[in-house]
Nanobody, 123 residues
Framework: VQLQASGGGSVQAGGSLRLSCAAS????????MGWFRRAPGKEREIVAA????????YYADSVKGRFTMSRDNAKNTVYLQMNRLEPEDTAIYYC?????????????????WGQGTLVTVSS
């Protein structure tokens, strides 16, 4: 059972990236999913989260209006579309599968983590 995150890379400020998180070994259609990030020298923070159906979404204030989270339960995959990237978005991005079906915001409420994908935004 694992989550595989991909899509990270290096872009200039103002650019876009799309992260994907593919789940294997089990289905995740019935749990909330989240995207977190850890910037250099900082704690891991939540970026976006969905409830199990994707009908409820949370975005951190710092990414609201720029990032969009979506999920395709048929493909067992969640996405994070990141537009108008800023140097402050530079971080390792992690996807995570929650313990509950509802939308959750803290790391302790997620029990399966992907390996992380690095996003670097240059000014």
């Amino acid at each position: 059972v694992q989550l595989q995150a991909s899509g990270g890379g290096s872009v200039q400020a103002g650019g876009s990236l799309r992260l994907s998180c593919a789940a294997s070994g089990r289905t995740f259609y019935n749990v909330g999913m989240g995207w977190f990030r850890r910037a250099p020298g900082k704690e891991r923070e939540i970026v976006a989260a969905h409830n199990w159906s994707g009908t409820r979404t949370y975005y951190a204030d710092s990414v609201k209006g720029r990032f969009t989270m979506s999920r395709d339960n048929a493909k067992n995959t969640v996405y994070l579309q990141m537009n108008r990237l800023e140097p402050e978005d530079t971080a390792i991005y992690y996807c995570a599968a929650g313990i509950y079906s509802s939308l959750r915001l803290t790391t302790s409420e997620y029990d399966l983590w992907g390996q992380g994908t690095l996003v670097t935004v240059s000014s």
